[in-house]
């Protein structure tokens, strides 16, 4: 099978719960989900069942809805979708981003669209930009409402609130989607209370949180199992030495953690494109020249590490002091990374301690060489 969850074959499901969907009126809208947990592909989980229904729900009530047209004037009312959209948070690893694409796919709206948050407020800077250049008179308001057209439903996942400026946006963009009738589903691993936590300016954002409360149904997918931990123990994660081998290990890692090809992920950060080559659902794939031939610092890496659960970086080469600028910028991603607890997968012509030995900065790449131990450890894989 290699549907959304081929690799869970592996997992052994010992007395597996008796499970079956019911609905009274209604086929489950998510029945690929409810099938793949009959089938056992996917492990028995109350805490996504639980979930899944709630989305069936919501699937079934936008049958027929589409968000209305913009009306201009004094008195407009303001449109009530036929159900709340819905405010998944959870852990990471609980299958979030999966339930969603599955709801995504099974919802009966023709204008729908799932986008990483970070891709959508990267989309929205750039048409801001745009709408700026024709007129400074609200111009946030009037570019929501461009991203409110021919749309109903709006999934984004992994909403995060990181810096003051996306703070301060939010709020406007959301109320004008709500305003529009638009249906949102968004997932986060913090609950609204706990968004933007500590941030500069925090009681400007506070309105925000009571919009997603009031207009969204906050539910947590609190399940004990991290599905993506699991798979990891499971993988080798340092490959070495480079072949047919090791490349094919790293495409069956990627396979595993995300059953997709995935895509291009690119981070607008102070004016560049930084473009992660693969990307989906929190995982990344890249080779060490994409990463560390580029020239790249540290606030690049933090962004890259920022939207990252595992890192599956391809090719590292044996470093020489002609290199050693490349050595540097991969001492900074390693950094980066094990301070985001950003699990790494890695093939490389050498073990870590052999891979940058003489040059400028060999004497401080130890350090990075037994982080890159340290990473391959279960105990690190497995801590928080
Ligand atoms: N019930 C399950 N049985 C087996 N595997 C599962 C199950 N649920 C999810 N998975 C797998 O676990 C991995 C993680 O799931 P997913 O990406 O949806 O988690 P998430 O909650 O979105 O995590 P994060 O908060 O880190 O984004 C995926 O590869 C997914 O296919
Ligand atoms: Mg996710």
Redesign the pocket.
């Known amino acids: 099978m290699t549907g ?2 081929g ?2 074959k592996q ?1 052994a499901v010992n007395n597996p719960i008796p499970y079956r969907y019911e609905t009274p009126n209604q086929e489950p809208r998510l029945r690929h989900y409810h099938h ?2 009959e089938t056992g ?5 109350a805490a ?1 069942r639980a979930v899944a229904e709630r989305l069936d729900d919501l699937a079934g009530a936008l049958e027929g809805y589409v968000a209305p047209e913009r009306r201009r004037g004094l008195f407009k009312r303001k449109p009530q979708p036929p159900a709340k959209g819905l405010y998944i948070w ?12 599955m709801f995504v796919t099974a919802a009966p709206v023709a204008a729908k669209r799932r986008m990483h948050f970070h891709a959508f407020m990267r989309d929205f800077h750039a048409a801001l930009h745009e709408q700026r250049k024709k007129t400074e008179k609200d111009a946030v308001i009037e570019v929501a409402h461009a991203f409110a057209d021919d749309l109903t439903l709006l999934c984004l ?2 909403l995060q609130i990181l810096d003051i400026t996306d703070a301060m946006l939010v709020g406007r963009i959301f109320d004008t989607l709500f305003s529009r009738g638009v249906v949102v589903v968004a ?3 913090r609950h609204p209370d706990d968004l933007y936590k500590d941030g500069l300016n925090r009681h400007l954002f506070v309105p925000f949180i009571e919009t997603i409360k009031s207009e969204l149904e906050v539910i947590e ?1 609190g ?1 004990e ?4 931990l ?2 990891l123990e499971r993988l080798e994660v340092y490959h070495s030495p480079l072949g047919p081998d090791a490349t094919a290990a790293m495409d069956r890692a990627w396979d ?4 997709t090809p995935g895509e291009p992920f690119t981070i607008t950060h102070t004016g560049r494109d930084l473009v992660i080559p693969r990307f989906a ?3 990344g794939r890249g080779a060490f020249k994409e990463f560390c031939e580029a020239p790249l610092g540290p606030n690049d890496y933090l962004q890259i590490a920022g939207v990252l ?1 595992v890192l599956i970086l391809d090719d590292i080469p044996r470093l020489s002091r002609a290199k050693n600028n490349e050595a540097k910028r991969f001492v900074t991603l390693i950094d980066a990374l094990y301070d985001n607890h950003v699990r790494l997968i890695a093939s490389a012509a050498e073990p870590p301690a052999q891979l940058y030995e003489d040059g400028p900065g060999a004497f401080e790449f130890r350090r990075t060489a037994s982080r890159l131990e340290e990473m391959q450890t279960a105990d690190w894989v497995k801590s928080e």
Do not use: A
């Open positions: 959304v969850c690799h869970v997992i793949l947990v592909e996917l492990h028995p989980d996504q959870g852990d990471v690893g609980r299958g979030k981003s999966m339930l969603m694409d996942d992994e997932t986060s691993n997918l399940g199992d991290d599905y993506r699991r798979e595993s953690l995300t059953d659902n929190g995982v659960k």
